[in-house]
């Protein structure tokens, strides 16, 4: 029987972590709201948008067809759902929350006050920050030790990656809590050993964007060619083997190191003529121009679809190799 004809069933590895609220139904929490159910988790949605009801149903309806592509299954998917907007509600009785509401410090911080006034103490709390450190946005927190950060990549529910990132006073015990929740639900979960703005991947993102802008300011190509450079060379390499095997292999049998004694000086010398252009309104108003230029005629649900197409493709492959 085809899979997506089944309704989602919990795992015995999940049973501890329903339900589940979902703080902020923006651009991540309907995609892991979408996920958590296709998993058959209970689900309740928490935002202060008037909308919220319309926004998250049509939400979950465009996300069903990549999930069904990735072999989840989606009869009656919103049956475990509920919508609340009000936040003492949405929280009673919370195994975990995933938080993502928007990237502020301040409104971070007051927002895992009101949290924790309404959860248990033995309630995960995660916050899908992608930059902000668990230790400033517990600052003001009672318990801080249950809190910490679980950074997914966008899409949440098709991107394997889940950055888990603990704060200074997070404890051991809920660091391994927030690693079992996130492999229960088939993510490759990564716990990062010390708290760092913008943690790994989007630092790594942040260099190598910094370097794109520079490359479309000095006019040596333009976006949608700079982006055909990445998807038909780096990126391609880089959903392969991560840039230290890809320069490990570069050096032939002597691998990395012979690598770097023939191309390192070369790469040095690189590194200084690197570019560093800000984002001020000159910048932004040329990247404005360009992105609208090239992708602006198309509608965003279909440059959304292609993403996710492709990305299902990927992934495909790296399952049926690791089959
Ligand atoms: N967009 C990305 O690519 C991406 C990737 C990974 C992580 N993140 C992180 O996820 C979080 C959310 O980002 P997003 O892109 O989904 O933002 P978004 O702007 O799309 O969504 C934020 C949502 O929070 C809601 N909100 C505002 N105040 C609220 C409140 N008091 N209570 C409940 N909900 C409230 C808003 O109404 C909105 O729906 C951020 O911390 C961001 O750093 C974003």
Same mark, same amino acid.
């Given at each position: 029987?085809?899979?997506?004809?089944?309704?989602?069933?919990?795992?015995?590895?999940?049973?501890?972590?329903?339900? +589940?609220?979902?703080?902020?139904?923006?651009?991540?929490?309907?995609?892991?709201?979408?996920?958590?159910?296709?998993?058959?988790?209970?689900?309740?949605?928490?935002?202060?948008?008037?909308?919220?009801?319309?926004?998250?149903?049509?939400?979950?309806?465009?996300?069903?067809?990549?999930?069904?592509? #990735?072999?989840?299954?989606?009869?009656?998917?919103?049956?475990?759902?509920?919508?609340?907007?009000?936040?003492?509600?949405?929280?009673?009785?919370?195994?975990?929350?995933?938080?993502?509401?928007?990237?502020?410090?301040?409104?971070?911080?007051?927002?895992?006050?009101?949290?924790?006034?309404?959860?248990?103490?033995?309630?995960?709390?995660?916050?899908?920050?992608?930059?902000?450190?668990?230790?400033?946005?517990?600052?003001?927190?009672?318990?801080?030790?249950?809190?910490?950060?679980?950074?997914?990549?966008?899409?949440?529910?098709?991107?394997?990656?889940?950055?888990?990132?603990?704060?200074?006073?997070?404890?051991?015990?809920?660091?391994?809590?927030?690693?079992?929740?996130?492999?229960?639900?088939?993510?490759?979960?990564?716990?990062?050993?010390?708290?760092?703005?913008?943690?790994?991947?989007?630092?790594?993102?942040?260099?190598?964007?910094?370097?794109?802008?520079?490359?479309?300011?000095?006019? +040596?190509?333009?976006?949608?060619?700079?982006?055909?450079?990445?998807?038909?060379?780096?990126?391609?390499?880089?959903?392969?083997?991560?840039?230290?095997?890809?320069?490990?292999?570069?050096?032939?049998?002597?691998?990395?190191?012979?690598?770097?004694?023939?191309?390192?000086?070369?790469?040095? +010398?690189?590194?200084?003529?690197?570019?560093?252009?800000?984002?001020?309104?000159?910048?932004?108003?040329?990247?404005?121009?360009?992105?609208?230029?090239?992708?602006?005629?198309?509608?965003?649900?279909? #440059?959304?679809?292609?993403?996710?197409?492709?990305? #299902?493709?990927?992934?495909?492959?790296?399952?049926?190799?690791?089959?």
């Amino acid at each position: 029987m085809n899979e997506n004809m089944n309704s989602p069933r919990l795992s015995e590895d999940l049973q501890k972590f329903s339900p +589940v609220t979902v703080i902020g139904a923006g651009v991540i929490g309907i995609s892991w709201t979408a996920y958590f159910l296709a998993k058959g988790l209970e689900v309740r949605v928490n935002d202060v948008r008037p909308d919220l009801e319309e926004v998250v149903h049509t939400g979950i309806k465009r996300i069903i067809p990549s999930l069904q592509k #990735l072999g989840l299954p989606t009869k009656g998917l919103t049956d475990r759902l509920t919508i609340e907007g009000n936040l003492e509600r949405a929280l009673v009785g919370a195994a975990v929350v995933q938080e993502n509401g928007p990237e502020r410090l301040d409104f971070k911080q007051e927002l895992y006050v009101m949290i924790e006034r309404f959860v248990s103490k033995d309630t995960l709390l995660l916050s899908s920050s992608s930059g902000l450190k668990a230790s400033e946005i517990a600052g003001k927190m009672e318990y801080p030790e249950r809190m910490l950060i679980g950074h997914p990549f966008n899409p949440p529910h098709l991107v394997p990656l889940v950055e888990i990132v603990p704060g200074r006073s997070t404890a051991s015990s809920t660091v391994e809590k927030a690693v079992n929740f996130y492999e229960a639900l088939g993510k490759n979960a990564l716990v990062l050993k010390k708290e760092m703005d913008g943690f790994v991947a989007n630092r790594l993102q942040s260099a190598l964007f910094r370097e794109a802008v520079h490359l479309v300011l000095e006019g +040596v190509v333009s976006m949608d060619e700079l982006d055909e450079i990445v998807t038909s060379s780096i990126g391609l390499r880089w959903a392969a083997g991560g840039p230290f095997l890809t320069f490990h292999l570069g050096g032939g049998k002597g691998g990395l190191p012979a690598f770097l004694k023939h191309l390192g000086p070369g790469m040095n +010398v690189l590194w200084e003529h690197l570019g560093k252009p800000h984002l001020d309104e000159g910048t932004i108003q040329l990247l404005s121009e360009q992105a609208i230029s090239f992708y602006g005629a198309i509608e965003q649900n279909q #440059l959304e679809e292609k993403r996710d197409s492709r990305q #299902l493709y990927v992934l495909d492959a790296f399952n049926e190799k690791n089959k």
